[in-house]
């Protein structure tokens, strides 16, 4: 059902993706965003919580030296270079001792309170590089022991990298369970807008049924908002099909009408002789010929491009071979019929019309053979079916330099045979009306070979 742009499931499909690409990423965005601020928020908590628990595990001793054993309940701070890390240094003057956790196997500088000053609560945030060269986040705090005023510096060092990995295996998890998640929702959305959208396609193989001639009318049960759109087509087509028969009832009302006057005029004129009968007599067989052709103009036009008349062509040229076998016995007449059926686009009338013509001037002039070939025109696979019917005798033929002239109204190339010069005329008339082509070859059996091109249906 999709096949491009065009397409309505497409379109729908790559709106609903774009859509849900969209929402995902934003998903992501909040998720990832609130989970990082959560993520750092418990960051500094810890921080603040073992700055604290370690101020209360440090006093002073007799000597002004700084004592205390702080156990802050993380193994991390044992671990050597684990990038957590807490120190007591002195500031005072005369204040003695440096307390280190067991993981700080070395100094980790501070910078300067002139560059990151103290606020308010005695407190100051930053981060450095740590021993083993990762990130830290340093939360330090100046605090006042003994009696005699003296300020020790409190710093607790925690591994902001170990942080960033955490946060980082979350985003690509959310990334993962969010993919498989989009994925299932693209093909639940896609599937549900094919299922929703199959009811199109019932409509179109209707559609296509009615134009092949398999059926004269959109059938089946069709949702509420589709059922409108069957209503009104089965509406066109019928009101196609009445415009065609009072087309074909007028038509033949007016051939009728016509008919006696002018085979009166016809009588009178070659009753009354001499250079006036002949006169009218003339005039009036050429208006029979040409009320005769536009008649038959106005016929097609009523007709072309329906899509209710479907003719298939086996089975009505053999009846037609079998018909004019009767008529020519002496001529040997063989029929060469595809192996899968073809169907011409158009009324079963015309398909004769254009044939028996054909048959009958082939039969008129053949010696002993007569031969008719059905076989359809390869094309491209979007392209509308054709087909094409050849009719050759072995007679006489037509020079190539009169073909074109035999093909118009009343012409006779030899008038020692009988007719009235309009077969091939009509022929040309129907097949040009039909946007098909007629075309008058040498035949390989010596004679005419009469080619016709029409459109079938696929």
């Keep these: 059902m999709i096949a491009g742009s065009r397409s309505l499931a497409f379109r729908v499909i790559a709106f609903s993706t774009v859509w849900a690409i969209v929402a995902l990423v934003v998903i992501y965005t909040v998720i990832a965003t609130l989970y990082r601020q959560a993520s750092e928020r418990g960051f500094e908590s810890l921080l603040s919580a073992h700055l604290f628990n370690l101020i209360g595990s440090v006093g002073l001793s007799d000597q002004d030296m700084l004592t205390g054993r702080p156990d802050l309940g993380d193994l991390r701070f044992s671990r050597p270079n684990s990038g957590w890390y ?7 003057p005369g204040l003695g001792g440096t ?19 103290f606020n308010s ?7 450095t590089q740590g021993i083993a060269g990762e990130e830290l986040e340093v939360l330090e705090s100046e605090f006042v022991l003994g ?8 710093r607790v060092m925690g591994n902001r990298s170990e942080l960033e990995d955490e946060i980082g295996i979350f985003e690509r998890r959310l990334v993962t369970y969010l993919s498989l998640f989009g994925l299932g929702m693209i093909a639940i959305n896609a599937i549900a807008i094919l299922l929703g959208l199959r009811p199109l396609g019932r409509v179109r ?3 296509a049924m009615v134009r092949e001639g398999r059926a004269h009318r959109l059938d089946g049960r069709f949702p509420t908002e589709i059922e409108p759109l069957a209503n009104e087509t089965n509406a066109l087509i019928e009101n196609n099909r009445r415009i065609v028969e009072r087309s074909r009832t007028q038509v033949g009302n007016l051939a009728h009408s016509l008919k006696t006057p002018l085979a009166i005029l016809l009588n009178e004129g070659r009753t009354l002789g ?5 006169l009218i007599a003339d005039q009036a067989s050429a208006m029979q010929s ?6 038959q103009r106005a016929r097609m036009a009523a007709q072309r491009d329906s899509v209710v008349y479907r003719t298939p062509t086996s089975a009505l040229l053999r009846r037609m071979v079998r018909v004019v076998e009767k008529l020519h016995p002496e001529i040997a007449l063989s029929l060469v019929l595809p192996a899968n059926e073809i169907v ?9 019309e254009i044939v028996g013509n054909l048959l009958e001037n082939a039969m008129k002039w053949a010696k002993t053979t007569v031969r008719i070939s059905v076989a359809p025109i390869p094309g491209e696979e979007n392209a509308a079916a054709q087909f094409s019917i050849e009719i050759e005798d072995d007679g006489p033929g037509i020079p190539e330099d009169k073909a074109r002239e035999a093909l118009k109204r009343g012409r006779r190339l030899d008038e020692t045979k009988p007719g009235t010069g309009l077969g091939l005329a009509i022929v040309s008339d129907l097949v040009n009306e039909y946007g098909g082509k007629l075309l008058l070859e040498e035949s390989a059996m010596g004679g005419l070979k009469a080619i016709v091109r029409l459109r079938g249906v696929r």
């Design 86 to 92: 807490w120190a007591v240094e002195p500031v005072s």
């Design 99 to 117: 307390l280190r956790s067991l993981s700080m196997t070395e100094g980790v500088p501070s910078p300067p309170v002139s560059e990151v000053p």
């Design 121 to 127: 609560e005695f407190q100051r945030n930053y981060d």
């Design 147 to 154: 009696t005699n005023n003296q300020i020790a510096r409190f």
């Design 205 to 207: 193989e209707a559609l």
């Design 274 to 278: 001499g250079r006036k009968g002949k």
């Design 290 to 295: 040409q009320v005769e052709h536009y008649l």
């Design 344 to 352: 011409f686009a158009g009324e079963r009338e015309d398909l004769e």
